[in-house]
């Protein structure tokens, strides 16, 4: 069967509609453990069931909210009043996504680095997901920074993968979200950030190009290009946006309809600023916005702590952060505007 990538394009057009991201909370089983330990909730099917209907019944939401990325969990679980979580997403105008990658493991031949896992059977799993409501997917690559590494084996096997999934997912009608993730977690400066990461989507790009992806029909998720999370004196907000706005340019082909940007490990009102800053930059030759993870979440789960007397309360931290980020979308955020929310 052709490629209806009129379908596609116009679901990764709405993924980056203007004033709109992506909430990523597909987090697998072991990472939602690490979060819920950290504000002291067991995890179990139950509670995660229930913190995430908190976030997508959260209302007011959708406004900011373009679509969801669910894990494979939670793409099978229900709200409250047994309506299933994909219904409820599309019912308020928000696109169901799926992460499908199975994890990044050790890479053979390369000490300290990973490869993203999860080809086999893809094609099937796809199928399935798309007959479960899921219009877009998530596959994430790691690329560590550190003395020695990252070596060109990591980057072309992980952007090699990475095109593999993307036309697997085309073919089955669902559009790709492509992150290629450089990690922030090193000493390094904002310089070898940027070298790396534009050794990585050229790369991409070229990988995408040679198994005939078609850009219109996918959205990027790269890392912005920031300093190190254990260096000093870390780059600040103008020059993180500069740089990063530049190193796009570069890489990114003007067809690819939209970049949404992972936070990485930033903090809430950091990734915010950071986006902001770079719509404000403006003649962009895509859309720039957010697929955050940590940075929409860490609010409502500090709020939530796995109280029911707590939901309104996570759910207007949600809230907040999501309008927050919408500004950012645009360039019409502004730092007093955390300041009257608290
Ligand atoms: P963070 O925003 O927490 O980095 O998560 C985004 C994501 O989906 C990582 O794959």
Same mark, same amino acid.
């Given at each position: 069967m052709a490629i209806q990538t009129t379908t596609l394009e116009e679901t990764a057009r709405a993924l980056v509609a203007p004033g709109k991201g992506i909430l990523a909370a597909d987090e697998s089983s072991g990472t939602i453990k690490k979060r819920f330990d950290s504000i002291g909730v067991e995890s179990t099917e139950e509670s995660r069931r229930a913190y995430r209907d908190l976030l997508f019944t959260t209302e007011g939401a959708e406004d900011f909210v373009s679509g969801v990325i669910l894990y494979d969990e939670t793409i099978r679980q229900s709200s409250e009043d047994g309506t299933p979580f994909p219904k409820l997403l599309e019912s308020k105008g928000v696109i169901p996504g799926i992460k499908v990658d199975m994890g990044a493991k050790d890479l053979a031949n390369a000490p300290g680095e990973k490869v993203t896992e999860g080809l086999d059977g893809l094609r099937e799993r796809l199928a399935e997901y798309h007959d479960l409501g899921a219009r877009f997917a998530k596959w994430r690559a790691v690329i560590d920074i550190g003395p020695d590494i990252p070596s060109y084996t990591c980057i072309r096997v992980n952007t090699h993968a990475l095109a593999r999934y993307a036309a697997l997912c085309q073919a089955a009608q669902i559009v790709p979200i492509v992150e290629p993730e450089v990690l922030m977690d090193g000493d390094h400066d904002i310089d070898r950030c940027y070298k790396v990461t534009e050794l990585v989507l050229k790369t991409q790009f070229e990988e995408l190009y040679f198994q005939r992806v078609a850009l219109e029909g996918m959205v990027l998720k790269p890392n912005m290009v920031i300093s190190g999370k254990k260096i000093k004196k870390p780059a600040g907000v103008e020059e993180v946006a500069e740089k990063t706005v530049r190193l796009l340019k570069n890489c990114v082909p003007g067809a690819v309809p939209g970049i949404a940007f992972l /936070? +990485? +490990?930033? /903090?809430d009102e950091e990734a915010t600023a950071h986006l902001d800053a770079m719509n404000k930059i403006g003649h962009l030759p895509w859309r720039l916005t957010f697929s955050y993870g940590r940075a929409l979440q860490h609010a409502p789960q500090t709020a939530w702590k796995g109280r029911a007397e707590n939901v309104g309360a996570a759910q207007r931290a949600f809230s907040h952060r999501a309008k927050m980020n919408g500004l950012a979308a645009i360039g019409q955020w502004k730092a007093d505007l955390e300041k009257k929310a608290a």
């Open positions: /936070s +990485g +490990g930033q /903090s």
